[in-house]
């Protein structure tokens, strides 16, 4: 649970000093090479070991050794307004969803990008024409070549292109609910068009013309490749898996086939975008629960699947959009557990990153959900460089067991220094025998990176471990001793959930 708000009256409890707690101690997401440390993968439960799939390439990742990044999206103005300083160099980027430009994380909302035609369907007022049948294309476009010139100024920055329009889904059957309005105004325009049409015939062409005519998305996606295209662009919720049937006893957490069927359908959207943004934000009802990681591990398979339906010569990155609270109570954080269940599937399974979005951050962001991601991120990056010659990103096996990209408890220390969080250890061969058996590697494009032998990851950990004792043995020994308090306290709080979560 939250911790109780004592902050400044009118001070948002996300940027309370008193409840915030960033006082020093954050992530070090610059890691060190494999000569400042080594660490390993927690050693789990022996199963056959699987025969190697294909994996098709994948782009390489924005920062180089760095095959898990996590951003976080905070509306920080506010607290800016209070003089309150967020210390946020813990993530890899930071950015506010308020317009300001040249953010590593760019948010194109309906306002911010072209001209969105949609509806309020407060007020039922139609903007640029409501429908995408009656959208104006060029004058769209014109917009959207300003909007991306203020928004992403510099062209050579690299970074993430989120386009957020969600009033309506491009695929009519989709548009359920609240936006059934958008099938009765398609087919009211075409019955405009032609009086003697049936209201069957009207629907029929109504949903082809929709559908044409959403193909608007495309034409965006197209546009900020050609003008920025060191930014990795793509829409928000796509794809989707609507494995929503988490309460039911049997739930497997599998997209249906039709939702897969769908999801082909939208082959050219696919094509369009050089990275997915597909969101796992959990329910209360998901607490603790097991169901979680099945929904969260499908919803990225399923977005890991249609980037490679383009047969592009590499498959576009995977970024998971989390909450690190509950969509539903906002104020309660997500335990280890449940970061497992989220971060670490994602990582576990291939994603390229995470974009943590919300605001209700406090002392849990030192106390629990910093401590993880250095820990899944660096697994990440060191499962990269030992067993995949820092080519390529590692992925289960199996995607549908229960191995995480998790540093062994006995065989690191996470100690926190001057501000930034190091980690600090030394993987035995057994445990870099036990990370081969689990996990394969996906290569980046244009590398090779053939999973190491037994032999030679013995020759690659003795090569390390020499190194490290030749460079920087002096510098560990002097943030061990610094901060040999809170390292053990934090060992054996990440021991206790890892071990749970893999038992």
């Known amino acids: 649970m939250a911790r109780s708000l004592t902050s400044h009256p009118g001070v948002p409890p996300f940027c309370s000093r008193s409840n915030l707690a960033l006082g020093g101690q954050h992530i070090f997401l610059s890691f060190l090479s494999l ?11 022996t199963t056959p070991r699987l025969a190697p799939a294909h994996l098709p390439h994948t782009v390489g990742p924005l920062f180089e050794h760095q095959p898990f990044i996590v951003t976080w999206n905070i509306p920080d103005l506010v607290c800016k307004r209070y003089n309150i300083s967020l210390d946020t160099s813990a993530f890899k980027g930071v950015a506010t969803p308020a317009k300001v430009p040249g953010q590593f994380l760019s948010l194109f909302y309906t306002d911010r990008l072209g001209l969105y035609p949609h509806i309020d369907l407060k007020s039922r007022k139609e903007f640029y024409g409501g429908i995408p049948q009656r959208a104006n294309l060029k004058a769209s476009l014109e917009k959207a070549r300003a909007d991306i010139n203020y928004y992403i100024p510099s062209m050579t920055n690299r970074g993430l292109a989120v386009i957020d329009w969600e009033e309506w889904r491009p695929l009519w059957d989709r548009n359920w609910g609240t936006k059934r309005i958008y099938q009765t105004l398609s087919v009211a325009h075409v019955m405009q068009a032609n009086l003697s049409l049936s209201v069957q015939q009207a629907t029929v062409k109504a ?12 034409g965006m996606l197209a546009l900020g490749r050609a003008m920025r295209p060191n930014y990795l662009w793509g829409f928000y919720l796509f794809p ?4 929503y049937g988490w309460k039911d006893q049997h739930y497997t957490g599998q997209c249906s086939k039709e939702v897969r069927r769908q999801n082909d359908e939208l082959l050219w959207l696919w094509e369009s975008s050089t990275a997915l943004y597909p969101s796992v934000y959990l329910q209360t009802s998901l607490a603790d629960n097991p169901k979680a990681a099945l929904m969260v591990r499908n ?7 249609v980037s490679a339906l383009p047969g592009w010569s590499a498959t576009a990155p995977v970024f998971v959009y989390m909450r690190p609270v509950f969509v539903d109570d906002n104020k309660r954080f997500l335990s280890q557990g ?13 994603a390229s990153g995470a974009v943590l979005w919300g605001a209700t951050l406090s002392f849990y962001l030192t106390s629990t959900l910093n401590p993880y991601i250095t820990n899944v991120t660096t697994a990440a990056q060191l499962c ?4 995949c010659r820092g080519n390529g990103r590692c992925v289960r096996k199996n995607y549908k067991s229960s191995h995480y990209l998790h540093l062994n408890p006995e065989s690191f220390r996470v100690v926190n220094t001057q501000k930034r969080y190091f980690v600090l250890g030394s993987p035995s061969l057994a445990d870099l025998k036990s990370l081969s058996r689990r996990f394969n ?3 980046y494009k244009g590398l090779k990176c053939t999973p190491r032998t037994y032999k030679e990851l013995a020759k690659a950990l003795m090569f390390s471990v020499k190194r490290g004792q030749y460079q920087n043995s002096p510098t560990l020994r002097k943030v061990g001793l610094d901060d040999t308090e809170q390292a053990s306290t934090a060992k054996d709080k990440v021991n206790k959930n890892f071990n749970a979560a893999d038992n």
């Open 338 to 350: 449940d970061l497992i269940s989220t971060v670490g599937e994602s990582v576990a399974v291939g």
């Open 35 to 45: 000569s400042r440390y080594t660490a390993i993968l927690i050693m789990l439960p």
């Open 441 to 443: 590697c996906q290569c």
């Open 384 to 387: 990269s460089d030992f067993l």
């Open 299 to 305: 919803r990225v398979q399923e977005a890991l699947r």
């Open 207 to 218: 949903k082809q013309q929709f559908q044409v005519r959403a193909n608007l998305m495309s």
């Open 240 to 243: 989707n898996c609507y494995n």
